[in-house]
């Protein structure tokens, strides 16, 4: 296996890696990522803008583990509050407009309180 990290996506806030690869396969695990920048701050806004960080935190795993956006096969969105679904849905399509598979449930609590956090299986690099 190996691991990725970036420094242009939120810092892990476990003990876990940002995503995982297996060299003999074509598959990216990317864990899942909350509304933080870089630094690890966490982002405030809207719930389209919460799901935008979430999404730029994959784009920037993705492309450093040599991958990208669309050749994410399958995410996982979990959502604080099923009441943001439709406001998740419309910044998640501008992300993903080849609508790879996905689940989406709620939960009754996030890392960090957070309203929203994606996680994506992706195809690598291979």
Known sequence: MQKHFTKEACPVA???SQAISI????LLFVSGQIPADASGT???????ELTAACCKNIEAILKEA???????????????DM???????????????H??????????????????EIECIALGAK
């Open 14 to 16: 476990g003990p876990y």
């Open 23 to 26: 060299p003999s396969g074509p």
């Open 42 to 48: 966490l982002v405030t806004g809207s719930i389209g």
């Open 66 to 80: 040599g991958s990208a956006l669309d050749k994410v096969v399958k995410t996982n969105v979990f959502l604080a």
């Open 83 to 97: 009441s943001s679904f439709a406001e998740m849905n419309e910044t998640y399509a501008k992300y993903f407009p």
């Open 99 to 116: 609508a790879p598979a996905r689940s989406c449930v709620a939960v009754k609590q996030l890392p960090k309180g957070v309203q929203v």
